[in-house]
């Protein structure tokens, strides 16, 4: 199967990266609706929209997930529409609910991303406790297997550490099975992806790293007789010269929002750090890595088309599935991506299926 694109919404306030360099992107309904026609009608797959209720890393104001895709579902054709979703601030049955609707009103377009947390400040703020970090997994777990009950079985009755659920039905069943996508890269969310996720999303990262994650996290997938497929993060700069592609990445450091990276940095130490192992999401991460706060510039999408789709099919030939994009200038940039790097990407494909048939 070819790969496949996808792009965060934008649907916090402030840009994908935490930056003062001026960002041509809007995070209002209007402009997430363009950007999604826009994205559909080149080439993208999917679009994610990411959770958050409280500011971190800049994101002054946030729209949130669910509801916002709905309203995408319904102004989209072909677009899978991923909702990401925390458990611990909602009950699986509700979501369960939600996500069916999407399905419905998109027609079969609906996935979703179940994230763990790292940001302590929201569930304080919201008077909901916060687990330790492994619990969290293990709540995520719980999550899952009732959306999937819920989604499948005639009734649904669970007994977990977190979730009773007791003879539920749920009508209507959605169209399409949601695809189940999941982030976090500790040994605890890989563990968990093996057992029950469709898709494993990667922070950004070396191709070094990223072979090393999706070779782990394909032989736990295995070993429970399952197959998942593997998603990551890249910040895409596209110019006509490596060196002007360079010069913008240098140019969003060097206007980096300091408090705002450095307060995001305090949060993040919830997440991979915080589990038993001491490794996972950020735990190695830079200041300069932190200012696209899902690590991308550690992916290496910058530079001309051509060195990008390069990257792409290298980011491909170590397991790769989905390429999850984020720009400067959404009004321009998702465009450009389409015409010029997924046509370059496509025949890069046909190269490489044609060299391992022969
Ligand atoms: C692609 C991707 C998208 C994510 N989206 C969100 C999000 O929308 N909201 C959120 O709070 N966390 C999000 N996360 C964070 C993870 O769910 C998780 O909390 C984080 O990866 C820490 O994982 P770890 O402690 O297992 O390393 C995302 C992670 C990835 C890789």
Known sequence: MGLQFAYWAPNVSGGLVISNLPQKTGWSFEDNKRYAQIAEENGFDYVLLQTRFFASYGAEKQLEAAALASALAASTKKLNIIT???PGLWHPGVIAKIISTIDHISNGRASINIVSGWFKNEFIGYGEPWLDHDERYRRSEEFIQ??????TKETTTFKGD???INEAPLKPKPINIP????GGNSKAAREMAGRVSDVYFMNGNSLENLKKQINHVKSLA????????FGV????????????????LKDIVLHADKEAVEGFESQVKFAGKASPEGEGMWAESTFEDLVQ???????????TAEQVADRIIELKKIGVDIVLTGFLHYDED??????????LVREKEAKLEGILAN
Do not use: H
Request: proline share 2%.
């Open 84 to 86: 990401a979703v925390l």
């Open 146 to 151: 009732v959306l999937r009950d819920l989604w």
């Open 162 to 164: 977190f979730y009773r």
């Open 179 to 182: 695809k189940i996508f999941q």
């Open 222 to 229: 295995e070993s429970n007789g399952r197959n998942i497929q």
């Open 233 to 248: 993060n890249g910040f895409v700069i596209v110019r006509d010269t490596e060196e002007e592609a360079k010069q913008v």
């Open 293 to 303: 706060y899902n690590d991308g510039f550690k992916t290496g999408l910058i530079g």
């Open 334 to 343: 998702l465009k450009a991506f389409g015409e010029k790097v997924i046509p």
